[in-house]
């Protein structure tokens, strides 16, 4: 065929069925695409979900409770989210020094009293769990560890989620905690109790 002879009808029929696959082929890519990201989407909000019905929120405080007719101090952990929490490290502050341990911790402020403990690291809290993680034995000393409670004491912790999402609270006036990568190792101001 030479450059001034027009096309036979076999000739355009086939540069017509080229064009309409080149467009289908098109269109399936577009929409095998749409599909794709439509799917991602999807599979990134039910991850999203499923984190946040598992969210822990772990507070910690202190209360006075009555044991065997008489008013002790009580500092409590608890997991108010809905889902469990390992709570990964702890730090407690008195005046601004850290300390090792409740005993130093006590002394740093007065207080001498023999007391119970449960170490709040490492501890995997359930919802609504409330663990009582220091017990005074002494009534005398409730009173005056919650005047100084707010004053004196700095404590910080971080906790992670089922699926390792961690969080920072160093703030009792915190509302939401900060999220972390991983909890920080505190060296040298970790607390052992």
């Known amino acids: 065929m030479s450059d001034d002879e027009p096309p036979t009808r076999t000739e355009r029929l086939f540069l017509r069925m080229t064009i309409m ?11 095998s695409m749409a ?4 799917a991602f989407v999807q599979a990134e909000s039910a991850r999203k979900q499923t984190e946040a019905a598992v969210w822990p929120y772990v507070d910690i405080g202190n209360t006075i409770v009555t044991q065997d007719g008489e008013a002790r ?3 409590f952990m608890e997991n108010t989210g809905i889902g469990p929490a390992r709570v ?9 020094a850290a300390q ?3 005993t130093t911790a006590l002394e740093a ?3 001498e009293d023999r007391f119970g403990y449960i170490n709040m690291t490492n501890q995997v809290l359930s919802p609504e769990q409330t663990l ?3 017990r005074l034995r002494d009534p005398r000393n409730g009173q005056l560890l919650r005047n100084m409670w707010e004053d004196r004491f700095e404590i910080s912790y971080c906790y992670c989620s089922v699926f390792d999402q961690c969080w920072i609270q160093s703030d009792p006036e915190m ?9 920080p190792a505190w060296d040298g101001e970790r607390f052992e109790n």
């Open 175 to 183: 509302e939401t905690p900060e999220e972390v990568d991983q909890c």
């Open 88 to 96: 990964r490290a702890v730090r407690v502050r008195v005046d601004g």
């Open 132 to 134: 009582s993680v220091l």
């Open 100 to 102: 090792p341990n409740w």
């Open 21 to 31: 696959q080149t467009v289908m082929t098109a269109a399936a890519v577009i929409i």
């Open 35 to 38: 599909a794709l990201y439509a």
């Open 109 to 111: 402020v007065g207080i």
């Open 73 to 75: 101090g009580v500092v």
